[in-house]
Structures are given as C-alpha cells and as structure tokens.
C-alpha cells in the first residue's frame, strides 16, 4: 500500500514490502531523490547526523571526549575531510546538483515536519538543516575511511619495518615485485627521518573493505539474459546496516538496490535494461614522500619551499579547545606526533598524499547521476570509468553484453607507489592523474563472464595501478565454478555467493596429507573438507596450524613481540595473507637448512598436540556480537539493542567472507553486508541485508534480515 507524500513540488509516493524494503514513486528524478531523502531521514537520521558530525571532525564537541574520539577528530582534520566542500560543489553538474538538492530538501522536509532525533535531543547537540555540504563530506570521509586507509596501513607498515631494521631483501620478496627499486640510500634516508606515527602504535584503525561481484553473459545462463551478482564486505557487527535498500520507480524505468543514507541515489543494483556493482579496487591512491626540512621550508632542486600552515580547532566538550597545525607541501600534509606544536624542528619527515584530497568528490557525484540513465553496458562504463572512487566495476545490460571496468583517481607516478620517495627530487613528484581510458577494462570476453573480488587487476600495456591486491582465493574459485560447461540458474549463483570452500586451507593440507597424525584431532583435520562450516572443528584447527606456521616463520623477521600484535589485529594479514602465502610457497629460503615440508609438518605436530579430546567447532571461535551504532554496547542485554553472540561461517579466503578481530578494544567482525543476485530478464531480484530497514529498535524492521542473512538465505524484490 502506497502512501503519497507532497514534497515541495513533487508528490511522491512511498510504500513498503513485508520485509520492510521501501518503494519509492515520483514522476521525475527530482521527486526519487525528494522521496529517497526523506524516507532516509524517517528510518536512519541519527545515524546520517552522526555521521555528519564524524565527518566534521566535531565527535569530542558533542559526543564523547575521549583518546579515541579526538583520535577520529584528529585525522579527519588531518586529511582534510571536513574541509572546503564549497569547492566540490562548483565542479558539479547542473544535473548532479539538482539531483542533490532534491535530496536535501527531502531530508529536511521530515526534519521540519518530526524534530530531531530523540538521541540529539537528549545529548543536546544541535541540529542543522541537511546541506549538500554535508553529503560531500559524508563522501569523503567514506571514500577514506577503511577504503584509502587500507593502501596508507600497509605501506606506514613497510617504513616502519625498514625503519626498525627488518631485512629489505626480506620485504622485497614479501611484497615481489613492488620494492625492487629500494635501494640502500632510500633505506638510509628511511631510517633517519622521524617515524612520528608509527604503523603498530596507531591509536585508531578502520575497517577494510572487501567484496565480490560478477556477471554470466547469457550463452551461459538458463535465461539466455545476464545473471549478477554481487556482496560487499564491510564491518558486521554493527546495528543499523550500513546499506540501505530501495526500490525507486518513474513512469520511464525502476531500480532495485542499495543506497546510503545521507547519500542521494541508487550506488549498486539494477534498472529495467542495466545492471551494475562495484567491489572496492585495491588502486594505489597514496604515496608517502620523505621530506627534507629546515627552517620551516623543504628542499627542492630550485632551491628552498616554505610549508604551508593550516590550523584546525577542534572544540573537545571537556578539555577546552585544542589548536592543531598541519604543515604541508604539494607532496602532502607532514607526519608529526603531536600536531600542537608550533614549529618544526630541522630534519627528515614522512609526508602523506591523497589523491581525492581535493577535486575528487563532483567527478564521482556527476557520474553516480549519469550511471542510470545508460542502458548499454558499454556507455555505463565510460560513466563510471572516470569515477574517483577506486571500484572494480560490473557491468550487464539487456542485450547481453557485459563488461569490467576499472575506476578511481590513479596518480601518474615515478615507481611502484609502495614506498617514499625523496620528494627534493622533482621527478618523484606525482604528475597529474591517469585517465579513466587508460585503466583496466574488459568487454564481452570469450570466457563469457566478469568477475572481480579484490584480485590483481593490472593488464598489460595499462599503468600499474594495483601494488596490494587480495589474495586470489576467491576470485579463482568463482572463476573456476563460472568455467564450467555447463548453464547457470539464479538459484547456482545463489550457491556460489553463500560457498564457504576454502583453496587456501586446500593447498596447505594437500601438501601435508601424509603427515598429518593419526591422533584424534589430526584425523578430523584429515576428513575436513575445506567448508568453514560453523560446527566444523577442522576449520578450527587449520586455523591454529595457519597462524602457528605464520608465527614460526615470520615472528623471526618482524620480531617475535612486533608480530604478535600484527597478528593479533588481523586486520592487516586479512589484506595481505595472500603476499605471506606466496612467499611461503615461492621461496625454500624462509625455511633455513630445514626445509619447508619439515617445517610445515614440525608446526602442524605441534598445533596438533596442543588440543585434547575437546576441539572447538569454527562456530564457537567465530563469534562476534551486533551492537547497536549509537550505544557502542552499553546498554543492558534484555533490552533488545544488541545480538549475538552468533557464529559466522566462512573465513578470509572463502567467496562468503568473514574475518573477525580485535582492534584495541573493540572487535570487529568484517563479513557480506548485503547479497544480491539478479537476472536480467525479469524484473526482481533475490536479495538480505545483514539488519534492517530502520535503525529505531523497537521497529519490527530493525534486524529482520539477521536471520536469513545468517542462514544463507534471501528474500524476493520485485516491483509488486
């Protein structure tokens, strides 16, 4: 039953399925995103308001004045986050811009109409009208946070272990071929600036992203038309879901997918004739440049450069005011450990460059409100190609055509990108951006499908645009089930996206089958068969075995303490497990007189004996709990805002995701926030949301999903 709604100039009418997916109708695209705006605001405002105010750098003003929150402040003023939307917004188009106004006004016609919400209310914060300044922040903070900080975690990590005198021979065979170039002046140079912000005593972390996506053309599907799919990975155990669904529908075409809330528009799904999805690029959007200062001035070639100061006041709602100074160069902000001096003493200092500082935000909106509007696969990726945001893009369209394309701001650069160069020298400088013609891209290939899921999509002849791709696990399981001879269903796409099989665990146990003990637990290790099955114990203890030999090999080279820690915040080897297994499996000389085998099998017997008869299932390992966004876990169990704990099935090499670790306090579980697979010749698509609708708890749509998420299970979207 659809409910009409008169906003502003437009009547918009807006319904909701049994699941609690809303459909939204207009007559034009100005009434969708009036529509969108102001069904966004009835069922997440205050988690859009707080995320205004996390954008803004503002969360120790008027939510919570601790070490963390002004950690958050600290670098969202850092890199700028906050800073200048005035200067996006110029560059975008007549069309873009009318598409976000519209937007904005639908967003403030709830707010006028029913206050602020009850939370802001409580705590006092004031409230603002939505303005398109706060969607172009709300951007760019999410195009950093967890996407661009994966790149800057990694490569903060390789200075700081050059610094601390880790082997370089050691880390170019790591990270092959990427740090070939450094040489043993660079090294010099590394470990005589100030390493101010050292990778393992960040204070604050974001989660990474990580997903698949894919599409059959339709000599391979049951239809004859494309079958997709996709499911980002991000953060899990978090209520409300960072996604949004909706059905959006004029009189000329529908799209069925997911949305932002404080974002205008449909950012993956389908329409009538098109289908598109994105899996985050793993492109290389940041460089560190050592910089060589005195006197407030870094050298150059032409002689010395004054750095220029920008000042950030950050209003902390117990401790005053707090002035911060960033210095920066054209080579990006200087790496300082307090940002409350003044002055900079004379020396060697660690700079950091972003490619989407500045300008990046119009180019991604105006080809978000074009994408739509194409109907042919080949058109949509000349939209999206230009996009900033580095995607792995998937592409249909209803005459059967597909396509990949690569997206993002790729820097023009002297080298890999993976370490600092000596920014004196005006030939490390970046010099200018690649264009989007020039990145990867694949159109109709004679394998008859596309797939991406964060794997190395460098191609010959184009810019190296990748230097920390993920493992391939999952991509070569979907592209050896998609090779098959044989023709797909909605229902096999369904299988694949919910396949928790693991190529990881079946190369390292085939290469130890016959010296796997006959104990108790080798035996169970030896009859596992792959699946990260929540009651399954032999994912558990090829777990302990996969750690223990990352341990064995590795603690030597990082420092037995230093690794610990990385592994204990699994963030980092959950995006870089793939550079440590190839080096396992490559090199014979990590492994000493030795050898690999006797060394796999020496770990693998004493991981073995380590358990007795009581063998933990996957299930009971794999636990996280969803919190709600808002109360972060305070509140008591028997209210209701919370759930868990659950097991998670699946792991970091599995197409079904999850990884589940402990970064300083706080847990985090990472796994498929949404799933969504759809034929192109009917108008639906099988969908499940890892939540709700709405983020107010007493809603009956707050977690309906959880459940079926849980078990594998989807719901049907459809324009009825």
């Known amino acids: 039953m659809f409910k009409s709604i008169f906003l502003g100039s437009s009547i918009v009418e807006i319904g909701r399925s049994a699941e609690g997916v809303v459909h939204i109708k207009a007559e034009d695209e100005e009434g969708i995103q009036k529509g969108l705006g102001y069904i966004h605001a009835q069922d997440r405002l205050t988690q859009m308001f707080l995320s205004r105010l996390v954008a803004s750098g503002e969360i120790t003003r008027y ?52 206050g602020p919400p009850l939370f802001f209310k409580f705590l ?49 065979k790591i990270f092959y071929p990427h740090l070939n170039a450094v040489d043993s002046e660079l090294v010099h140079l590394i470990k005589n600036a100030r390493l101010e912000s050292p990778y393992l005593d960040r204070q604050l972390h974001f989660e990474p992203a990580f997903s698949n996506n894919w599409a059959l053309a339709g000599n391979k599907t049951l239809s004859g038309l494309p079958l997709c799919a996709h499911d980002p990975h991000l953060q899990i155990n978090r209520l409300p879901s960072f996604w949004y669904e909706a059905i959006i529908q004029t ?17 993956m799904g389908r329409s009538h004739s098109l289908y598109a999805s994105f899996t985050y690029g793993m492109m290389d959007t940041l460089d560190f440049f050592i910089e060589n200062i005195a006197n407030g001035c870094v050298q150059r070639e032409g002689g010395e450069k004054p750095l220029a100061l920008r000042e950030e006041i950050i209003q902390r709602k117990k401790r005053g005011s707090v002035s911060l100074k960033f ?15 003044d002055t900079l003493q004379d020396g060697l200092y660690f700079s950091l460059k972003w490619s989407c500082a500045h300008g990046a935000i119009a180019p991604l909106i105006n080809s978000m409100a074009q994408l739509w509007k194409q109907h042919s696969a080949f058109k949509a990726g000349e939209v999206v190609r230009d996009m900033s945001l580095s995607c792995n893009w998937v592409l249909a369209d209803l005459e059967g055509n597909i396509a990949y394309q690569q997206s993002g701001r790729l820097p023009q650069r002297a080298h890999s990108g993976l370490f600092p160069l000596p920014a004196w020298l005006n030939a490390n400088h970046w010099k200018g951006y690649v264009s989007g013609a020039q990145l990867s891209a694949s159109y109709n290939p004679p394998c008859g499908f596309v797939v991406s899921a964060n794997d190395d999509k460098n191609q010959p002849g184009k810019p190296l645009s990748i230097n ?29 996206q919910c396949d928790i099989y693991s190529l990881q665990a079946k190369r390292f146990l085939e290469e130890l089958k016959d010296f796997i003990p006959a104990t108790q637990a080798g035996n169970i290790l ?12 032999g994912a558990t203890l090829f777990e302990a075995f996969y750690f223990a030999l990352l341990e064995d090999v590795f603690g030597k080279v990082f420092g037995l303490k230093a690794w610990k820690q990385i592994a204990a915040r699994h963030s980092l080897l959950m995006f870089t497990h793939g550079n440590f297994d190839r080096t396992l499996w490559e090199d014979e000389g990590w492994f000493g ?99 709700g609708p709405s983020e107010k708890r007493f809603s009956k749509f707050y977690s309906n999903d959880v459940a079926k998420w849980l078990g594998f299970e989807y719901k049907h979207i459809s324009l009825s």
């Open 63 to 114: 939510l919570f004045d601790s070490d963390e929150g002004f950690a958050i402040d600290h670098l969202i003023r850092k890199m700028g986050i906050h800073a200048k939307p005035e200067e996006e917004i110029k560059d975008l188009s007549d069309q873009a811009k009318k598409w976000c106004l519209a937007y904005c006004e639908g967003i403030n016609a709830y707010l006028e109409k029913e």
């Open 593 to 691: 007189n030795e050898g690999r085998q006797a060394c796999f099998q020496r770990v693998l017997e004493a991981t073995l004996a380590q358990f007795s008869s009581d063998i933990p299932t996957w299930g009971s390992k794999n636990q996280f709990t969803m919190t709600n966004l808002f109360f972060n876990g305070r509140l008591p169990k028997f209210l209701g805002f919370d759930l868990g704990p659950l097991e998670m099935p699946g792991n970091r090499a599995t197409v079904a995701a999850s990884v589940i670790f402990q970064d300083k306090k706080r847990g985090v579980a990472v796994g498929a926030t949404y799933r969504c697979v759809t034929d192109l010749s009917t108008p639906e698509a099988f969908t499940i949301l890892a939540g």
């Open 468 to 496: 920390l791709p993920y493992a391939d696990y999952r991509y070569r399981y979907i592209y050896e089930t998609l090779s098959q001879n044989k023709t797909f269903s909605l229902e096999d796409m369904k299988q694949l």
């Open 251 to 267: 009189p000329e075409d529908f799209l069925i997918g997911i949305t932002i809330p404080g974002s205008p528009g449909i950012i």
């Open 526 to 537: 030896k009859a596992w068969d792959y699946r990260y099955t929540i009651d399954s114990q």
């Open 327 to 341: 210095f920066e160069s054209e080579c990006g902000v200087i790496e300082r450990k307090d940002d409350r001096n």
């Open 124 to 172: 006092k914060i004031p409230i603002e009208p939505w303005s398109l300044q706060d969607t172009v922040k709300l951007i760019k903070m999410q195009m950093y946070l967890g996407l661009g900080q994966v790149q800057e975690r990694t490569e903060k990590f390789i200075i700081q272990a050059v610094y601390e005198g880790v082997n370089i021979e050691h880390l170019k």
